[in-house]
Every structure is written in structure tokens, then in C-alpha cells.
């Protein structure tokens, strides 16, 4: 690592190797910048950083019928301190268009919390409709509606709601995510 004038910066692990920010990799960087007076954290992914959360609802994404889907997901997201990932893979009628989603999502614990879900199509190469909840000290409940009503064309059928969470090591308990809702598609000719 090479340091930059006005620049002090403490890794809290040894970079042997550049690492591509397109890598599913977590390196956690503490930078103090002395001329800008300014401290930032910097956070990319490391595998053997990230833990995966464990589903307390059974379900996911199913076809209701030909333009239907129902959502109904949730994680226990482990106290850990590490980013955990999360992704909940599906298969839409290809190729074709999200027209709806809509939905209610909750997040609640015990102490502070950050999250982040989106859908994912065509095998990754598409994320949007972001849903970003945050929890802040002592924790509590949020309750957010989302209703997204523009369209998203598609043309593989590999689709997947990708989540992460960062939550302290020191809360008490594991907190919960829950996304319950209907997703409407049309098929494309």
C-alpha cells in the first residue's frame, strides 16, 4: 500500500493483492486523512469475512399464476459484526418485464442496524429497486411499504432478491428481516 501525502493510513489486514471492487471480497480499511481533517471506514467484500444469514421464513419468491409472483422471505441476520449476505434465487417466464412490485418490509432488533436489499435479474447483470432500512441505537422496528411500478425488461429467467445487513457484534440478540408482497410480470414475445 502506498501512502499519499496528508495521508496516514492503518490497515487492519495485510493487502498482498489488488482486489477488483467487481470481486465479492471484504477488506476493512480505516483511513485518516490529516490534510482534509476528515476519517472515513471503507468497506469491500472478503469472503471469509461475510457470514450468511439463515432464513426463518420458508417461502421465497413462487408463481402464483402466468403475470403473479408472491413474495414472502425473512432472515434471522446473526450478531456478528461481519457484513452477511443473503440472496434468494427465483426463476421468472423469459424474456419479459417487471411491471409491480409492491410490498411491506421489516427490520427489527434490539440495537442499531443497516440493511440493503435489491432484485437482481438477468443473472446479476441488472440490480435495482433498492430497499435500504436502518436501525439506529437501542434499535426498534422499521416498517417500510415499497411499491415500485417501473418497469424493469429482462431477458434471462435467473432472478434473485440479493440482501446485507451489518449489525454489531455486541447486540444482544439476532435481528429479523421480513419482505412480504406481489410482484407482477409480463412475458415479452
Same mark, same amino acid.
Given at each position: 500500500?502506498?501512502?499519499? @501525502?496528508?495521508?496516514?493510513?492503518? #490497515?487492519?489486514?495485510? *493487502?498482498?493483492?489488488?482486489? =477488483? $471492487? +467487481? +470481486?465479492?471480497? !471484504?477488506?476493512?480499511?480505516? %483511513?485518516?486523512?490529516?490534510?482534509? !481533517?476528515? !476519517? ?5 467484500? %472478503?469472503?471469509?469475512? =461475510?457470514?450468511?444469514? &439463515?432464513? *426463518?421464513?420458508?417461502?421465497? *419468491? ?5 403475470? &403473479?409472483?408472491?413474495?414472502?422471505? /425473512?432472515?434471522?441476520? @446473526? ?13 421468472? @417466464?423469459?424474456? /419479459? ?17 443497516? &440493511?440493503? #436489499?435489491?432484485? =437482481?435479474?438477468?443473472?446479476? #447483470? ?26 424493469? &425488461? ?5 432472478? =434473485? $432478491?440479493?440482501?446485507?445487513?451489518? $449489525? ?16 407482477? *410480470?409480463?412475458?415479452?414475445?
Amino acid at each position: 500500500m502506498e501512502d499519499k @501525502p496528508g495521508c496516514t493510513i492503518f #490497515a487492519v489486514f495485510e *493487502v498482498k493483492k489488488k482486489i =477488483s $471492487i +467487481e +470481486e465479492e471480497n !471484504m477488506l476493512r480499511l480505516f %483511513v485518516l486523512c490529516s490534510r482534509v !481533517m476528515c !476519517m472515513s471506514l471503507l468497506l469491500l467484500v %472478503v469472503p471469509q469475512l =461475510s457470514a450468511q444469514c &439463515t432464513p *426463518v421464513v420458508a417461502g421465497g *419468491v413462487n408463481q402464483l399464476d402466468a403475470k &403473479t409472483f408472491d413474495i414472502n422471505m /425473512g432472515q434471522s441476520i @446473526p450478531a456478528t459484526g461481519t457484513l452477511q449476505t443473503c440472496s434468494h434465487p427465483f426463476s421468472l @417466464p423469459a424474456p /419479459g418485464r417487471i411491471v409491480k412490485i409492491q410490498g411491506t418490509v421489516v427490520f427489527r432488533g434490539e440495537c442499531a442496524g443497516d &440493511t440493503d #436489499a435489491f432484485f =437482481s435479474v438477468n443473472g446479476g #447483470a441488472k440490480q435495482t429497486y433498492h430497499i435500504k432500512q436502518k436501525l439506529g441505537t437501542g434499535g426498534g422496528v422499521s416498517t417500510v411499504f415499497v411499491n415500485y411500478d417501473v418497469p424493469l &425488461t429482462y431477458s434471462s429467467p435467473n432472478a =434473485s $432478491i440479493e440482501f446485507g445487513a451489518f $449489525i454489531p457484534a455486541s447486540c444482544p440478540s439476532n435481528p429479523d428481516w421480513e419482505f412480504k408482497g406481489i410482484m407482477q *410480470v409480463e412475458k415479452l414475445e
